[in-house]
């Protein structure tokens, strides 16, 4: 069992309820809970009751959080022509070809998304076994396969956050800091919320909306009414 610090325990023995709290008293919760130096990141997990092994039930996509994610993202683009050009304007911290597989082939991972044209997935496709497993893979179905590049460039660096249920049916992503108010961390908390109940694959039957829990970087998770 993993040993927690005198903190982490502190900031257990001070939770309310293990019943899932309403969105907003759960944030107040999760901002009591500030006690680190650094700026925290914001957690939600959300457990989905779908069958992760089953292609139509996956879920999966991206979202523009509204007060985005507290951090600048990272963002390379395979493009070339007026699109690389258009991505470059449009804040993409590296933009390129046949060089910038190759640095990525070399061991380069210094950056948060990827993003491509589709008439670059020739070249793109092969690094797949390297951004594959970390993510960061370019997917039409994440929208980062797409020639609107600088749209999406300019999304990802307001706060767009991609995700995807694990093996296990849940969905992780970041949703703020703790720094942000905590009106700010509601909306986002429940944009994303509202937007994968609207993603319910029509295969599944029962309770879709399993649980969601919230968490920061160094506290205890708080159990959210779905």
């Known amino acids: 069992m993993?040993?927690?610090s005198k903190r982490f325990r502190k900031d257990l023995s001070s939770r309310i309820s293990d019943e899932p709290q309403e969105l907003e008293k759960g944030v107040e919760l999760l901002k009591s809970f500030d006690t680190t130096k650094f700026d925290q990141s914001v957690e939600i997990a959300i457990?989905?009751?779908?069958?992760p092994k089953q292609?139509?039930?996956i879920v999966r996509g991206s979202l523009v959080l509204p007060n985005g994610i507290g951090k600048s993202?990272?963002?390379i683009v395979f493009a070339k022509g007026d699109l690389a050009d258009a991505a470059q304007q449009a804040g993409a911290d590296e933009v390129g070809q046949e060089e910038l597989a190759a640095k990525i082939k070399g061991g380069w991972l210094e950056f948060d998304v990827c993003i491509a044209t589709p008439d670059m997935m020739g070249l793109v496709g092969p690094l797949g076994r390297v951004l594959g497993p970390r993510g960061l893979m370019p997917s039409p179905r994440a929208g980062t396969v797409t020639p609107e590049v600088a749209k999406i460039v300019q999304e990802y660096k307001a706060g767009k956050v991609e995700f995807r249920n694990?093996?296990?049916?849940i969905i992780h992503?970041?949703?703020g800091k703790m720094s942000f108010d905590s009106q700010q961390l509601v909306e986002n908390i429940q944009a994303f919320m509202d937007h994968i109940a609207g993603m319910k694959p029509v295969a599944v039957k029962g309770t879709y909306l399993?649980?969601?829990s919230i968490s920061a970087t160094m506290s205890p998770?708080?159990?959210i009414a779905a």
């Open 166 to 169: 694990d093996s296990s049916g």
């Open 47 to 51: 457990r989905l009751g779908i069958d």
């Open 73 to 75: 993202q990272r963002v």
């Open 2 to 4: 993993a040993k927690h």
């Open 55 to 57: 292609a139509d039930q």
């Open 221 to 223: 998770g708080i159990r």
């Open 173 to 175: 992503t970041l949703v």
């Open 210 to 212: 399993k649980s969601v």
